[in-house]
């Protein structure tokens, strides 16, 4: 822990060092910006995730400097994705490109590594609790031991951030949230391929599905995926969910034994909510809501809007301050490339649950157009091709 106050100034502070917020230090660093991320904890540290990470996050990994260290770490390849039905239906595809199972203490401890090696000033154990602001302008940060002045702030601290606040933002609910659960399993059967990840739908988790990751080391990422709303009708504990996830899926899950204890963690869908900006601040990742609400993913998210912000506060630097045009172009480019495609992607997810509660996926017509959909890229917009 820091035993004295820690005080400075830069241009840019970047309020979380995970995906978007490393991401966002390295574009501002490589910038010749002069900028400073600080974050809550110590790395190398854990986060509870899926640990999905497509071949679209990992070309953004490439780009970041991240990705060698990445490969040479814990990992699985994920050379194939399945749709599963009740009745075992299976709707796969090959992936031109393969995704990547990486434990979050890998990834992220990667990615800080990579943010180390293009100078950025980084703090470690610090909390930030609120923005300071003058004027209706964020100006800085402070916490415990911790002020820092800054005309330009990235919050990229996840889904509780600090920016929320600062933009008078409440944090997401109902059909904006989504809840998991996850639990690391040895042992686990993979049938149809030890390179296959599997999305189980099933009546007990309309608007969410159940996950069978390929092991990374012998261990096996599973887990439960629901939107929020969806899971308090439901009225069953997420560790109820999940267990009766595993009990549904004997051969998978007979021989296998847990590997640590059973964790949650929520998930800020995408689209995101108005505004993602304000005078003097950028949210990025988790922070902003930029969670696809079909699959869950939000590493590619974290890693192009932190991209994103990095590279518009360095051009707000250039010209001498965060303004509204370039505010109006971040949040427009994250409409674009994250926003719409998210509505379809909302509307794909009320499709399958429709499907899976009514047992039309029996269809043959309907399997055929769920391939063409599949093998389309409709369901995987973040994969590399």
Sequence with gaps: MNEKKITGTSPVLVVGAGPAGSAAGIVLARAGADVCVVDRARFPRDKTCGDAVSSGAMALCE?????????????????????????????????????????????????????????????????VSELVRRDGAVTGAVGTDFSWQSPLVIAADGPASVGLQALGRTLPRGPHLAVSATLYMRGVQFPAGADVAD????????????????????????????????????????????????????????????????????????????????????????AGGFVDPLSGEGIWQALFTGRLAGAVAAEAIERGSLSPGLRARYELTCVRRIGAPSVVRRAAQRGLTQLVERGHYRSAWLQRGLRLAYTGHIFEMTKKR
């Excluded at 992936?95 to 990486?102: A, E, S, T």
Aim: proline share 8%; charged share 20%.
């Design 63 to 127: 780009e970041l400097g991240a990705a060698d260290a990445i490969k040479a770490g814990p990992h699985a390849l994920v050379n194939e994705g399945a749709i599963v039905f009740p009745d075992g239906t299976r709707i796969s595809r090959r992936y031109d490109k393969p995704g990547y199972i990486v434990p979050r203490l890998a990834l992220d401890h990667a990615l800080r590594l990579a943010l180390s090696r293009s100078c950025a000033r980084v703090i470690e154990e610090v909390q």
């Design 199 to 286: 999305h189980i739908f099933d009546r007990t988790l309309p608007y969410g599905y159940g996950w069978i990751f390929p092991s990374v080391d012998g261990v096996s990422n599973v887990g439960v995926y629901q939107r929020s709303d969806a899971y308090a009708r439901g009225g069953i504990s997420l560790s109820a969910l999940l267990a009766a996830f595993l009990a549904r899926h004997p051969e998978r899950f007979a021989a296998a034994s847990p590997v640590g204890k059973q964790r949650v963690w929520s998930l800020p869908l995408a689209p995101p909510a108005w505004p993602m900006s304000g005078p003097g601040l950028l949210l990025a990742g988790d």
